[in-house]
């Protein structure tokens, strides 16, 4: 199982890497040919202005997790029922897909709230 771990580890560095290096090339390939054809390559949208509109969705990712969180507590109390607790076969799979509904629900939520606040 580690071994598993070391794996998504060193593919998500080179995808990270790999998309870096691409658009990195790609950036400078344009500036060339612009450079080439004689224009000024001041005429390029500058990567730093792109940055300053960023707005990090601290609201998105508070609704999904407290979902999560929420879907976990409701989980945790179901599998406890002592109706649920008599037939135990499957607990984990019961606790997994609240967890999951809940986690969906709060994404879809974060959507329409993200986008409420886009239009304002």
């Known amino acids: 199982m580690d071994w598993m771990i070391?794996?998504?580890?060193?593919?998500?560095?080179?995808?990270?890497?790999?998309?870096?290096?691409?658009?990195?090339?790609?950036r400078t390939r344009e500036r060339l040919l612009i450079i080439?054809?004689?224009?000024?390559?001041a005429l390029l949208p500058r990567q730093e202005g792109a940055l300053k509109n960023f707005r990090f969705p601290w609201m998105k990712i508070g609704v999904v997790v407290a979902s999560a969180a929420l879907g976990?507590?409701?989980?945790?109390?179901?599998?406890?029922?002592?109706?649920?607790k008599a037939n135990n076969d499957h607990l984990e799979l019961i606790?997994?897909?609240?967890?999951f509904l809940f986690a969906g629900l709060g994404m879809i939520l974060a959507f329409f709230a993200g986008r409420q606040k886009d239009n304002n």
């Open 6 to 26: 070391g794996i998504l580890l060193v593919a998500l560095v080179a995808a990270v890497f790999f998309h870096w290096y691409f658009s990195h090339k790609a």
């Open 36 to 41: 080439e054809k004689g224009l000024d390559p």
């Open 72 to 84: 976990l507590l409701v989980a945790t109390l179901v599998v406890n029922l002592p109706a649920v």
């Open 95 to 99: 606790a997994t897909g609240i967890l």
